[in-house]
């Protein structure tokens, strides 16, 4: 990685305060689905633990346990955590074995044809479609309280009482019930074959959508409805029995690692409280390497301070390493983090299917979604297939964060926009990214100042801000919307100025616009626009609150602001293999062309460099007025639905 250490160069110049387990073992524990295996064992090889639980019950710092492959019908509740990177706990998969925590039991309580509540037609407030099976069949069964471990999933609603601002954002925003309806699902999921069905709100519905299930108010009454109308006696019907697999029985452990291990079907809520599958509970110092998470009603992993009502003196610095993981179908966030995420690693994840709960509007949706992010690392993460909400988004009181080298395609949904930087004064800086397609969110009454989302770089309530070297295609929004935000957010002292932005050698083509400024007092430079790509009859604008006060080609926002001094136009095509993850770019200035091909599966190894020669003084000016409407069908390509 020597070759990309300028990848870890932090926006005050210093560079990104790595470390790692430096931990010489001194005893490992084993775990085993072997005939032989007992907790009432020693733990060795020989005679190991049955349960990865007992293993967590007598780890001490310096030591490990390691996991054979198997499926583990536990929540594992780490009693103590390490004392440094010297001396750190582990928990391992043993090598080359698939370790399974899992979340789901199997139902064995029997159906029945005849159920108690309609399951056919229209209702008169809210439908998913106008279109039902009369002939739909339907089957109910009912859980008895010992199904679950602890808590019920099925009779807790998604969201609670919202504690960043109160549950009143749901009712400004989205004035419609029917817009309440993901907000109110419950929180249990149900599986057929190993594939989740989809939750309906009104018991009619299920004829509407193949594939569903009902919950009853108690959360002991359900009513499913397979895709094919079959009978479930002939499937393998599972249901999420707890709402999480891993974390410790006490807040603030340090020095865990949790290394190849599998987190499967979990009915956890959204956030406020912030309770992952996998969980470090308020810790400091943890290393969460090579793991898989997926099917998790709410998140997949949580690595910070679980709640802003939690006393802020009590708040470790969280210094986490958070690496090579897949986070898959996270029903809100993949990866968050409210408190002190000081010091975070955030490297290779991949993060694909998540955001499909459309609860955008509880704004805490996201990829991932960490707050109070200082001195710190996001790069070579890829971000697939999201939902609704942004791919990355780091909230409040950010400062020296660089957010780089990370690959982005198709965000269905997006009330703001793709990566997102929220109330940060303090610079950070966000770099060589890739963004590819990306919708606006028409759901809401009031767009929040945010023109209707679906950007690429999106700020609100921020200033000092740098977004260069980006490429953004494909975008219902602007490549770049840096909003002026609200005045009344305090951050370092004094509220948004839209001030001291910078927004440099970007690629923007096939957008709503190439990028929006909230005051004059902003730089941009040394861009590359495509000529004639963007929904409106502009590139450039400048505005406030939804009102716009400038609106500027290329050529206009040289002569007025003396931005893109050299910044270009020209005409731009592009490719994009999305199962090759390949992306063909072909630049062309008169009978010029070229045409550069970037490995998306490799974010760290982007290059603008030969883009950049290309155009190094090359008379684009002809192209600096061509303006007209693209070809892109705007609204359409991500139409919001409300079910897959």
């Not at 005849?114 to 279109?131: H, M, R, S, V």
């Not at 109910?140 to 679950?148: K, L, P, T, V, Y």
């Not at 690595?303 to 390493?321: A, F, V």
Request: glycine share 10%.
């Amino acid at each position: 990685m020597n070759q990309y250490k300028d990848h870890a160069i932090l926006p005050d110049g210093s560079e990104f305060a790595f470390w790692d387990c430096e931990t010489k073992f001194t005893k490992t524990y084993y775990v085993s689905k072997a005939a032989n295996a007992s907790d009432d064992n020693p733990g060795t090889k020989e005679a190991p633990f049955a349960t990865i639980n007992k293993a967590a019950q007598v780890l001490m710092p310096g030591e490990r346990v390691e996991i054979g492959g198997g499926v583990y019908d536990e929540f594992v509740r780490p009693k103590r955590g390490g004392n440094g990177p010297d001396s750190m706990i582990s928990y391992e998969a043993a090598p080359g074995e698939e370790v399974i925590l899992t979340g789901a039991k199997e139902y064995k309580n029997g159906f029945t044809s005849e159920c108690e509540y309609n399951t056919i037609g229209l209702g008169a407030y809210y439908n998913y479609t106008l279109d039902y099976s009369e002939n739909a069949k339907c089957w109910q069964g009912s859980f008895e309280r010992d199904d679950f471990d602890k808590i019920n999933p099925f009779a807790m609603t998604n969201c609670a009482s919202q504690p960043y601002g109160g549950c009143e954002f749901w009712f400004e925003y989205l004035p419609f019930e029917k817009d309440w309806q993901p907000f109110l699902k419950r929180r249990g999921l149900i599986m057929v074959d190993g594939e989740p069905l989809w939750q309906v709100n009104f018991s009619n519905q299920l004829s509407q959508v193949p594939g569903s299930y009902w919950v009853e108010d108690s959360g002991y009454k359900f009513i499913i409805r397979l895709k094919d109308d079959g009978d479930p006696k002939d499937h393998k019907i599972t249901y999420t029995c707890r709402d999480q697999l891993f974390a410790p029985a006490v807040a603030g452990l340090g020095y865990v690692r949790v290394k190849g291990l599998s987190f499967k079907y979990v009915g956890n809520g959204c956030p406020g409280s912030q309770k992952g599958a996998l969980s470090a509970y308020c810790g400091h110092h943890w290393i969460l390497e090579d793991n898989k998470v997926d099917w998790a009603n709410g998140l997949g992993i949580d690595i910070g301070n679980e709640s802003p009502m939690r006393r802020r003196e009590t708040q470790e610095p969280t210094h986490m390493i958070v690496r090579r993981n897949r986070v898959s179908h996270c029903g809100v966030c993949g990866i968050a983090g409210v408190g002190k995420n000081y010091g975070i690693l955030l490297e290779g994840n991949i993060l694909d299917g998540n955001c499909w709960h459309d609860i955008e509007y509880n704004y805490e949706s996201g990829a991932i979604k960490v707050h109070g992010v200082h001195d710190s690392l996001i790069r070579y993460n890829i971000v697939l297939n999201n939902g609704y909400g942004p791919a990355l988004w780091t909230d409040f009181g950010n400062a020296n964060e660089r957010i780089c080298y990370n690959t982005i395609i198709d965000c269905k949904s997006m009330v703001m926009g793709a990566i997102f930087i929220e109330a940060s004064d303090i610079p950070c800086r966000t770099d060589h990214n890739v963004i590819i397609n990306g919708g606006a969110d028409p759901t809401g009454s009031k767009p929040q100042r945010t023109s209707g989302g679906g950007h690429g770089f999106y700020e609100h309530d921020s200033d000092n801000l740098i977004t260069d070297s980006n490429i953004m295609l494909g975008l219902d929004g602007a490549g770049v919307f840096l909003n002026y935000g609200d005045p009344v957010r305090i951050c370092n002292g004094h509220g948004p100025m839209g001030w001291n932005h910078k927004v440099m050698n970007n690629i923007i083509a096939d957008c709503g616009r190439a990028y929006v400024m909230p005051t004059e007092h902003n730089e941009a430079d040394g861009n590359i626009l495509g000529a004639g790509s963007f929904g409106e009859r502009y590139t450039i604008s400048v505005e406030r609150d939804n009102q716009v006060y400038e609106k500027l080609d290329m050529r206009a926002a040289r002569q007025f602001h003396g931005w893109e001094q050299s910044g270009k136009m020209c005409d731009i095509d592009y490719k994009l293999d999305k199962d090759a993850m390949k992306l063909s770019m072909t630049f062309t200035v008169g009978e010029d062309k070229l045409t550069e091909v970037y490995d998306l599966a490799k974010p760290e190894a982007l290059n603008l460099a030969p883009v950049q020669a290309f155009f190094d003084g090359r008379d684009c000016s002809a192209y600096d007025v061509h303006l007209r409407f693209n070809k892109r069908s705007f609204k359409t390509a991500f139409a919001k639905k409300k079910f897959d």
